[in-house]
T-cell receptor, first 116, second 111 residues
């Protein structure tokens, strides 16, 4: 099956610093990737859709200047949490699908961000 | 937007028992997937099942699209089945890949 790799798996940072999370499709090309956020014991909430070669599409209520998304190649999307604050602490998960009209999504293993 | 409701929210089983998890959705869907999130956070694809019935080992799933629900059956449960089970759907008219998740069912299987 399709494999999505996410790195790092866990990061602890000081308030005010920026953190970059990488999401790679290892064995397929992904023109579109998705970033989700999950609070403890809660469901996944879609933050944004990352489009290769163009700007990301953000869901309502998600600050695009806080959560910078770059999709520079068909296998890599990055999410940068800028000037992180404790309230940004969360579990972030990316997903991708092989093929423009493929319905089935595959997920990375997630990144636990803790901002002190 | 589309609403996705899962039941029960919590389920505790003894090893070997069978269970049924339910997912109701409020509108027509083009995509429905069941996932298992393990204790480390990894989401594992169980089924892609916008309609019909599928089986994979001890797990099976049925989606009745016309009645807007899906069921996940777990037979002869094992402790490794513990975790959170999510149902996620893509509503008709929304972009490919844009899934809405239910709140999940937390399953605990005791030895």
């Amino acid at each position: 099956g399709a494999v999505v790799s996410q790195h790092p798996s866990r990061v602890i940072c000081k308030s005010g610093t920026s953190v970059k999370i990488e999401c790679r499709s290892l064995d397929f090309q992904a023109t579109t990737m998705f970033w989700y956020r999950q609070f403890p014991k809660k469901s996944l909430m879609l933050m944004a859709t990352s489009n290769e070669g163009s700007k990301a599409t953000y869901e309502q209520g998600v600050e695009k200047d806080k959560f910078l998304i770059n999709h520079a190649s068909l296998t890599l999307s990055t999410l940068t949490v800028t000037s992180a604050h404790p309230e940004d602490s969360s579990f972030y998960i990316c997903s991708a699908r092989p093929g423009q009209f493929n319905e089935k999504l595959f997920f990375g293993s997630g990144t636990q961000l803790s901002v002190l | 937007g589309i609403q996705v409701e899962q039941s029960p929210p919590d389920l505790i089983l003894q090893e070997g028992a069978n269970s049924t998890l339910r997912c109701n959705f409020s509108d027509s869907v083009n995509n429905l997937q069941w996932f298992h999130q393990n204790p480390w956070g990894q989401l594992i694809n169980l089924f892609y099942i916008p309609s019909g019935t599928k089986q994979n080992g001890r797990l099976s799933a049925t989606t009745v699209a016309t009645e807007r629900y899906s069921l996940l059956y777990i037979s002869s449960s094992q402790t490794t089945d513990s975790g959170v089970y999510f149902c996620a759907v893509r509503a008709g008219g929304t972009s490919y890949g844009k899934l809405t998740f239910g709140q999940g069912t937390i399953l605990t299987v005791h030895p």
